[in-house]
């Protein structure tokens, strides 16, 4: 995704299709099968490099001068209890920090204006703009295109 968002010779629509690849990856992750894979890779990778094996926090006590009696404290039973809730969270954060990223507003307009360049379509996209007249523009991409092959805008941009 990281070079689809940065690479010189990459489109709007092709950084949106990776970002929608990069959403359903991570929708895919977001279940009890994944997360108990994710552990069982972290423990034998624990245990490969001989390296301390991850535990529950322990049990924090209230101290007695203010622990009324009335409910004991809640313990994790099981690391996968422990850290299923914090995977989770991580995930949804990525998912709604890419969703409200690139569901933009000028994102979706600058794809709009990148295809009507790249295709000649949607020419609307520009009404907008009053300085640029639709039909001499759609004319003019017609004969570039004829005379030259691009598929990208800095490929056009090259080209001009």
């Keep these: ?10 489109t709007i629509s092709g950084l949106l299709a990776a970002v929608n690849v990069g959403k359903s990856a991570i929708l895919k992750l977001r279940n009890d099968e994944s997360f108990n ?6 423990n034998h990778m624990t245990a ?4 301390n094996a991850s535990e529950v926090p322990r049990l924090w ?8 009696g009335a409910a004991e404290s809640f313990h994790f039973a099981t690391m996968g209890y422990y850290y299923r809730p914090l995977c989770f969270e991580l995930l949804d954060t990525v998912f709604v ?6 569901d933009q507003e000028g994102i979706q307009r600058y794809e709009k204006l990148e295809q009507m360049l790249l295709t000649g ?5 520009i009404a907008q703009y009053k300085e640029i007249e ?3 523009l759609k004319a003019q991409l017609t004969i570039l295109s004829s005379m030259f092959k691009y598929s990208l805008v800095p490929e056009l941009a090259d080209i001009l």
Aim: charged share 20%; glycine share 4%; proline share 5%.
């Design 121 to 125: 379509s949607g020419m609307d996209s």
């Design 1 to 10: 995704m990281n070079i689809a968002m940065q690479g010189c010779q990459q």
């Design 134 to 136: 639709p039909l001499l």
């Design 37 to 42: 894979s994710l552990l069982d890779s972290t």
């Design 61 to 68: 006590r209230i101290p007695k001068s203010i622990d009324d």
């Design 97 to 102: 920090h890419l969703t409200q990223r690139f």
């Design 48 to 51: 490969k490099y001989h390296l």
